[in-house]
T-cell receptor
Framework: AQSVTQLDSQVPVFEEAPVELRCNYS??????LFWYVQYPNQGLQLLLK??????LVKGINGFEAEFNKSQTSFHLRKPSVHISDTAEYFC????????????FGEGTQLTVNP | GAVVSQHPSRVICKSGTSVKIECRSL??????MFWYRQFPKQSLMLMAT?????????EQGVEKDKFLINHASLTLSTLTVTSAHPEDSSFYIC?????????????FGNGTRLTVT
């Protein structure tokens, strides 16, 4: 069973518009949740992570995400996007029962248009 | 911050040859490293978990004789694609775990673009 699902494969938006990239996870145990960004032909850059504590997590580049245990979601948001935010975004989960491995969602291509 | 160096960033090889990709943790010791494969427009798929001083654990469907992993030191893991074929062309990414606990931080390399002609 898929541990993490990204609901949108592509999200086109206009510059300065708000954006939300959706991520849902499935787990019966505690999880750590992550969002990564990948620019073309590059590796992964960590945007933010939720380990415990406050459910609203702020990351780099103005992104934030909210952990919602009841809805098993960890959606990524930015109030105003820039052209430079165009990239692939991956939600990922780590579970103690899966060892140290990180399981990735399918990815969401965010395209910011002028 | 912790840095993981992956080399080479790009490699082109002929079909039938072998290619070695290195993953180094530059400022920490990594008892565990992970190797991922990413096809165009797709997500990262875990290939294997590499533990220093022991055999790698491969995911289901990954040929261990095809993708040889060696983790001979606490700062270096290598992935060798043996007898490469065009279908092995892909983006390979490593990550290194900084710590022994399951939730220790993970740091990613910048990936290697392998093209087999």
């Amino acid at each position: 069973a898929q541990s993490v699902t990204q609901l949108d494969s592509q999200v086109p938006v206009f510059e300065e518009a708000p954006v939300e990239l959706r991520c849902n996870y499935s787990s019966s145990v505690s999880v750590y949740l992550f969002w990564y960004v990948q620019y073309p032909n590059q590796g992964l850059q960590l945007l933010l992570k939720y380990l415990s504590g406050s459910t609203l997590v702020k990351g780099i580049n103005g992104f934030e995400a909210e952990f919602n245990k009841s809805q098993t979601s960890f959606h990524l948001r930015k109030p105003s996007v820039h052209i430079s935010d165009t990239a692939e975004y991956f939600c990922a989960v780590r579970k103690e029962t899966s060892g140290s491995r990180l399981t990735f969602g399918e990815g969401t291509q965010l395209t910011v248009n002028p | 911050g912790a840095v993981v160096s992956q080399h080479p960033s790009r490699v082109i090889c002929k079909s039938g040859t072998s290619v070695k990709i290195e993953c180094r943790s530059l400022d920490f010791q990594a008892t565990t490293m992970f190797w991922y494969r990413q096809f165009p427009k797709q997500s990262l798929m875990l290939m294997a978990t590499s533990n220093e001083g022991s055999k790698a654990t491969y995911e289901q469907g990954v040929e261990k004789d095809k993708f040889l992993i060696n983790h001979a030191s606490l700062t270096l893991s290598t992935l060798t694609v043996t007898s490469a074929h065009p279908e092995d062309s892909s983006f390979y990414i490593c990550s290194a775990q900084n710590g022994a606990a399951w939730n220790s931080p993970l740091h990613f390399g910048n990936g290697t673009r392998l093209t087999v002609t």
